[in-house]
């Protein structure tokens, strides 16, 4: 067996812990990431849940938006759990105006899509070719409004008012999801992940 690869959690704020364990659990080696340095050395990046407005202004402050944009132009693999979903947008609606992103997905993502009523909810969602469905917890979740041709979409919801809505997407190694799979302690996603990370 190969080596397990080093994988990255922007550790700026959100879920940090709970990727981490995710992570090694997947079979990764996990590190926090604060600084260039830091992320010079992952071979790839989980960009938590929490609230990207805030992550993308301590990304800034730590002069960490720039370095994020070229990892990810140079093909780095990353993944992005809800806030990190906004942030791997190249177009983002209902953002605070002028709030930046890292980019790199061909979509425009809807942040708190879901509205106020159901703003947080649980549903069973089919994930790309995973024989069962996932269990997937919403927080203030985005949603992704549009896609680009290359963008692969892995899961949609089904029912509801939101029936339809895209949840999952993958666009060559980058991977995001409107729900914190993180957060279940079903480790599919993050396999999902590391196995591209490997080169899969
Ligand atoms: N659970 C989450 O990550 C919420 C995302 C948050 N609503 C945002 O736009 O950043």
Known sequence: MTPAPTVGVLALQGDVREHVRALEA????????RRPGELAAV???VVPGGE????????????????????????????GSC????????????GVPGQ???????????????????DSFEA?????????????????APWVEEAGPRVEVLAR???GPADGRIVAVR??????????????????????????????
């Open 26 to 33: 997947a079979g990764a080696r996990a590190v926090l990431v």
């Open 43 to 45: 071979d790839g990046l």
């Open 52 to 79: 990207s407005t805030t992550m993308v202004k301590l990304a800034v402050a730590f002069d960490l938006l720039e370095p994020l944009r070229e990892r990810v132009r140079e093909g780095m693999p990353a993944y």
């Open 83 to 94: 806030a990190g979903m906004v942030l791997l947008a190249d177009r983002i609606a209902d």
């Open 100 to 118: 930046p992103t890292v980019g790199g997905l061909d979509v425009l993502v809807r942040r708190n899509a879901f509205g106020r009523q159901v």
């Open 124 to 140: 069973d969602v089919a994930y790309g070719d995973l024989d069962e469905p996932l269990h997937a917890v919403f927080i203030r």
């Open 157 to 159: 919801v089904v029912g």
């Open 171 to 200: 666009q060559g190694r980058l991977l995001a999801t409107s729900f914190h799979p993180e957060l279940t302690g079903d480790l599919r996603v993050h396999d999902h992940f590391v196995r591209v990370v490997r080169g899969g």
